[in-house]
């Protein structure tokens, strides 16, 4: 994506032009809705069972309130971030989106140039519709990579995807814990996406009506587990390497001691991604991994799971500063950066917020959608007078929906 100045002077009209019509990430919502098939949007918007995790995210976010000080001495807001030993332009860490490319086609290597051009870290999955070393390739300061283990045959499969990320020149690795068995996503299962996608006349009929999604295909191409092809037979079509997936079972089969063999192999900072509790942080500590991910996956697993807000106070008064401490699930602002960071997370990682914005708007919407939470971050920290995400680190929060170690069953640590 090397733009001429022409077309630079045309990304930035566009941009300005955004910034007034779509001021906020939920102003996307409706617009990715009418762009993409319904069923890419149900994908990218539902979550598991009656959705109730989901909803709990954003309410719980909405929750806290924080105390706002005046008089403090003037200094300029700054949002970077230091994550990993790296400065980052924010913390703002975008997240691994599995089958991206079916929601906007190319999705994974325009959410890479993205990273690379605007300096945040950007995690592609490993279900992600590039290959990590394409991603590296891209934005080789920026890439991270997420790593759904394959348990069968003692993790062949895990590992080999570990020492390509490390050859590929990923900087940091996540390991995702939380799908212990696949969810029960009823828009998924209502659409005739699980437990494999059956192209329907409705489904066709849905792409016919999307020009803009169906052009971006003809561009692209058809999107495909980039990451899965070398364990297939050579030009695999998308039933063989779904099939792949699923009698693997992805990400199913992790323990701590799956852990400590990543933490072995992976020399560079290594996060868990998907802790909820804890004990289950306490046991990353011990795993001798360097953080975690306060994650419920966007609400698509766990249905009763509370929201990862409600829990990250406990999850970091637990590890005190033995760990990074990232969150997502719900973040869809910059204010609900400052608040993520006001209750101890070190940074956050946004998934829908940036498809939204590049179902909605195409290639540069992910750009857009950086812009939003980056210029929220800085209005909200002037406007508290943290100023910086240090300062934000010492807000007073009012946060009434948050665990107590208590009601984890720990009273000490
Ligand atoms: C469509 C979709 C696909 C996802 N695929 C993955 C994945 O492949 N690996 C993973 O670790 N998390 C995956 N997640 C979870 C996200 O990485 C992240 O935890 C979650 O989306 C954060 O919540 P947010 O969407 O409210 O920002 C996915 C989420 C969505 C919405």
């Known amino acids: 994506m090397n733009l001429g100045g022409r077309e630079v002077g045309s990304r930035q009209s566009r941009l300005a032009k955004w910034s007034m019509r779509y001021p906020t990430v939920a102003d996307l919502v409706e617009p990715a809705r009418r762009r993409i098939p319904y069923f890419a949007f149900d994908f990218l918007k539902g979550g598991t069972g009656d959705e109730l995790s989901c909803e709990r995210n954003y309410r719980a976010i909405r929750e806290v309130e924080l ?17 990993f030993g790296r400065e980052l332009a924010s913390p703002v860490v975008i997240s691994p989106i599995g089958m991206d490319g079916a929601i906007w086609p190319g999705a994974t290597r325009i959410l890479a140039a993205t990273a690379r051009d605007l300096g945040i870290a950007y995690m592609p999955s490993t279900m992600a519709t590039a290959s990590i070393e394409e991603v590296a390739g891209i934005a080789p300061d920026n890439a991270w990579f997420q790593l759904y283990a394959f348990a069968d045959n003692d993790h062949d499969v895990s590992f080999d995807l570990v020492r390509r990320a490390e050859k590929a020149g990923a900087g940091v690795l996540a390991l995702t814990v939380d799908i212990p068995s696949p969810p029960r996503r009823v828009r998924d299962m209502r659409n005739g996406l699980l437990p494999k996608m059956k192209l329907t006349p409705e489904k066709i009929l849905a792409m ?4 803009a999604w169906l052009s971006a295909v003809a561009r692209e191409g058809m999107p495909t587990l980039a990451n899965i092809r070398p364990y297939c037979t050579p030009g695999a079509g998308r039933d063989e390497l779904e099939a792949f997936v699923r009698n693997n079972k992805a ?5 701590w001691d799956t852990v400590r063999r990543i933490r072995d192999l992976w020399k560079k900072p290594l996060l868990v991604k998907g802790i909820m509790h804890p004990a289950d942080a306490l046991e ?10 306060v994650s419920n996956h966007g609400g698509r697993q766990f249905d009763p799971s509370p929201a990862t807000i409600d829990v990250l106070p406990a999850i970091r008064a637990a590890v005190g500063d033995k760990l990074t401490v990232l969150m997502d699930s719900g973040v869809m602002s910059g204010t609900d950066v400052v608040k993520a960071i006001a209750c101890g997370a ?19 919407g992910a750009r857009h959608v950086a812009h939003i939470l980056h210029e929220e971050l800085r209005v909200a920290l002037a406007q508290s007078g943290a100023d910086t995400l240090e300062g934000a680190r010492q807000l007073a929060v009012r946060h009434p929906g948050a665990w107590s170690l208590a009601e984890f069953g720990i009273q000490d640590v």
């Open 251 to 255: 990400g199913a089969g992790v323990t």
């Open 284 to 293: 990353a500590v011990a795993a001798g991994v360097d953080g975690i991910v």
């Open 67 to 83: 105390a706002p000080r005046y008089g403090g001495p003037i200094s300029s807001v700054d949002i970077r971030a230091t994550m």
């Open 208 to 211: 016919l009506s999307r020009p």
């Open 346 to 364: 070190d940074g956050v990682l946004v998934g829908r917020a940036f498809m939204y914005g590049l179902a909605a708007l195409g290639t540069d």
